[in-house]
């Protein structure tokens, strides 16, 4: 008894053992991968949270982590520096920075369209009496100065054909309380992310005139993947793996908005859920499922539309040499069309 005792305790440990050496093996086969957001764990982020908490990026073979950003100008730094490998930021400021950084050894590089229209808009209360582009001539406007809808509006002021403005800047925190105060007329700024924070300072959203700049004239390009171009030269398939990984969660993003919050919440307990699914859905109405989208397919883009908008960055951003659009874009990273059809059909 006692020999046959010690044998099942031998062969148990060593299941034991054996199980643990595989897991430390699997764990250590898993590409570390360094992601920066654009901005707070807010309800979009949920098409990188989900991904994560779901296993798809480990199924993918990468442990990816996730931190929160502080607008895009600093996720392309930081990509730049080598401080993150891969991040999400806007594509217009990913352009400026390879205008203004002509000899930068490590300028990032888009490599999967998200927002296929910039979420950019000019929003004002409607008592302020604007209702169209051109009513914003000589009215005080206010953003942060690095908004992109601010940095982007001699583009839609030249669509538009709207006279001279005044610009006020602010820390973003205070852009909708100084509308809603009337220090200003008008604002810039994300419409998925501007409308809400106006409703939480006790606005109706049907007292407030949004003018998304994509429905006037202006086809920019919103957020977009961004890697390293070490990272990419050096791990080519993580890459890969990582873009097959995020179109799957974000087909479950966009099947299922408000179970998707559920991943959001895990990274940032406080945040409000129903105020972030109706956040999420908005950017997915649209940026993410928009015509143009649907019309380009998820994660591509037109080349003669980039051609056009490196064109309008540089002239609107004043770079110091012109956008080239074949360095900052490629697509020799995406999956297949198959992989990339997670668009629902309206």
Request: aromatic content about 8%.
């Amino acid at each position: 008894m006692h020999k046959r005792t010690f044998v099942r305790t031998a062969l148990t440990s060593f299941a034991l053992a054996a199980a643990s050496w595989t897991g430390l093996a699997q764990a250590q086969a898993l590409t570390p991968v360094k992601f920066q957001l654009d901005w707070r764990f807010e309800g979009p982020s949920a098409l990188f949270l989900l991904p994560v908490a779901k296993g798809y990026f480990k199924q993918a073979g990468l442990d990816v982590t996730v931190d929160a950003g502080n607008g895009s100008g600093g996720t392309v730094t930081r990509v730049a520096s080598g401080s993150y490998d891969i991040g999400f930021a806007d594509l217009a400021s990913l352009m400026e920075f390879h205008a203004n950084n002509p000899d930068a050894p490590n300028k990032p590089v888009a490599i999967m369209m998200v927002y296929n229209n910039t979420p950019a808009s000019v929003m004002a209360l409607k008592k302020s009496g604007i209702t169209k582009p051109a009513d914003l001539t000589g009215k005080k406007l206010g953003a942060p100065v690095f908004d992109a809808g601010r940095r982007a509006f001699p583009i839609f002021a030249q669509a538009n054909k709207i006279g001279t403005v005044q610009w006020t800047a602010m820390d973003p925190p205070l852009r909708e309380t100084m509308l809603v105060r009337g220090d200003i007329d008008a604002i810039t700024g994300f419409t998925f992310t501007s409308l809400l924070n106006l409703e939480a300072r006790g606005v109706n959203a049907s007292d407030v005139v949004v003018l998304p700049y994509p429905d006037y004239g202006v086809k920019l390009y919103g957020n977009v993947v961004i890697a390293s171009p070490k990272f990419l030269k050096e791990k080519p398939e993580a890459a890969k793996a990582f873009l097959v990984a995020l179109a799957k969660g974000t087909k479950d993003v966009l099947a299922n908005p408000a179970a998707a919050i559920e991943y959001v919440k895990q990274r940032d307990g406080i945040v409000n859920s129903e105020l972030e699914t109706r956040r999420l859905k908005l950017a997915i109405d649209t940026v993410i499922n928009s015509p143009d989208a649907r019309a380009e397919g998820f994660g591509q883009v037109n080349a003669a539309r980039l051609s056009l908008m490196a064109s309008q960055v540089s002239d609107a951003f004043g770079t110091k040499t012109r956008v080239n659009p074949e360095a900052v874009w490629t697509g020799a990273y995406l999956p297949p069309a198959a992989e990339l059809n997670v668009l629902p059909r309206k």
